[in-house]
C-alpha cells in the first residue's frame, strides 16, 4: 500500500492563499500523474488539477487562473499553489498519483486534508 503524505491544508479568509504539498515514497520510479481532487460535503468529488509525466497539465474549469500545480520529480511531490481562494473552494482536498509498478499501472489516495475559506 503506497502512502502518500499531504500538507498545507487550514484555514483561510476568501481571497488567502495556502498551499499544498503531496510526497509519494521515492521508491516509485514510474509515476504517471500526480494530482489534487476535491470534495466538498454533500458533493462529488472533483478534479482540481494534475500534471501529468511529459509535463501537460491539466485543471478543473473553477480554479484556472487561481490555482497553479507543479511537481518536483527527484522527490515525487507534487504542489498546489492556491491563490484568491473563495469560500467556494471549502473542501478536503485529495492527493492522487497514477504509477507504474512492474508492468501493471496503480492508482493512490491521500488521506485528505481540508482547506475551509472563510467569507
Known amino acids: 500500500q503506497v502512502q502518500l503524505v499531504e500538507s498545507g491544508g487550514g484555514l483561510v479568509q476568501a481571497g488567502g492563499s495556502l498551499r499544498l504539498s503531496c510526497a509519494a515514497p521515492?521508491?516509485?520510479?514510474?509515476?504517471?500523474?500526480m494530482g489534487w481532487y476535491r470534495q466538498a460535503p454533500g458533493k462529488q468529488r472533483e478534479l482540481v488539477a494534475t500534471?501529468?509525466?511529459?509535463?501537460?497539465?491539466n485543471y478543473g474549469d473553477s480554479v484556472k487562473g487561481r490555482f497553479t500545480i507543479s511537481r518536483d520529480n527527484a522527490n515525487n511531490t507534487v504542489y498546489l499553489q492556491m491563490n484568491s481562494l473563495k469560500p467556494e473552494d471549502t473542501a478536503v482536498y485529495y492527493c492522487h498519483v497514477d504509477y507504474s509498478w512492474i508492468g501493471l499501472e496503480y492508482d493512490a489516495w491521500g488521506q485528505g486534508v481540508q482547506v475551509t475559506v472563510s467569507s
Open positions: 521515492r521508491s516509485i520510479f514510474e509515476i504517471n500523474a
Open positions: 500534471t501529468y509525466s511529459g509535463g501537460n497539465t
